[in-house]
């Protein structure tokens, strides 16, 4: 299997435990993300590890729906988790940086997600994971750009 990860970093001047607070909370992913257009708690859970929630997605080509459950939740230091049966892993790192926070974000397709493409697409699978490669080099930029804007303006 390739490994499929990605990250990028940004500082943002809040502390990590504001910037967590914000980015913990999934009900706002729609302000920041240029795909996920909003999530919910299922069954009124929260940011803890096993909570789950689902997301709701769009592009111009497709618009769907995932599941994802909630595998770090460490107030100030990281929050992360995992889409579907671990198939894609997203997570936000926050470290101290002069004042700020140095907030991180890293999308990880698993060899458990390139199976199941495999499955799903067959001859496709390539082609379709390269454009979920695409989404996330394009989308983690113009999320933690995002994310700064909204945290830094309080």
Not at 12 to 32: I, K, M, N
Not at 86 to 96: G, H, I, K, T
Not at 103 to 131: C, V
């Amino acid at each position: 299997m390739t490994d499929y990860t990605h990250s990028e970093a940004v500082v943002v001047a809040v502390s990590p435990e504001t910037l967590y607070d914000l980015v913990s909370d999934v009900t706002r992913t729609g302000e920041w993300s240029p795909t996920c257009t909003g999530c919910v708690w299922d069954d009124g859970a929260g940011p803890q590890v096993g909570a789950w929630f689902t997301g709701y997605n769009a592009t111009p080509a497709r618009q769907w729906q995932t599941r994802s459950r909630v595998v770090t939740a460490d107030r100030g230091t990281e929050f992360a988790w995992a889409v579907g049966e671990d198939y894609v892993r997203w997570s936000f790192r926050l470290a101290p940086h002069d004042g700020g926070t140095l907030l991180t974000e890293t999308w990880q397709f698993t060899p458990a997600g390139q199976a199941m493409f495999a499955q799903r697409y067959g001859d496709d699978a390539p082609a379709q994971i390269a454009d979920r490669t695409q989404m996330a080099h394009e989308g983690i930029p113009a999320t933690l750009a995002a994310i700064k804007r909204i945290a830094e303006a309080g």
